[in-house]
């Protein structure tokens, strides 16, 4: 599955979530996260420096804030969990960088 984020301002820091809830079974629950970003469209030399700290947990929800980011770049963002019955499980999202208004 894919998600398409709304488009974020070079100035901004946004918390974006990648919502899992129906990938999870019950009594299921994750054990870890991550969250990758490379370039889909666009250049940045250093395309994780878009990701801020790292992902949190919430159920079936994880959330990433991120800033920055080149403007009329595109990222793809990969969040991998873990889960307790040691599966592995992905989403995809898109986020793309708006040149902030002047």
């Known amino acids: ?3 398409t ?3 974020k301002r070079q100035g901004e820091t946004l918390a974006l979530q990648f919502d899992f809830t129906s990938k999870l079974a019950a009594n299921q629950y994750f054990t870890s996260a991550t969250v990758t970003a490379s370039v889909y469209s666009g250049a940045d030399p250093s395309p994780s ?3 801020s700290g790292s992902a949190t947990i919430s ?3 994880v ?3 991120v800033t920055g980011g080149v403007a009329g770049t595109i990222y793809s963002l990969l969040c991998t969990v873990s889960s307790s019955d040691g599966q592995t499980l992905e989403l995809m999202g898109f986020l793309a960088i708006a ?3 002047v």
């Open 59 to 61: 159920g079936a929800v």
């Open 5 to 7: 984020f709304p488009a």
């Open 63 to 65: 959330t990433q804030k």
């Open 1 to 3: 599955m894919k998600v």
């Open 49 to 51: 420096l878009v990701l």
């Open 99 to 101: 040149q902030d208004a």
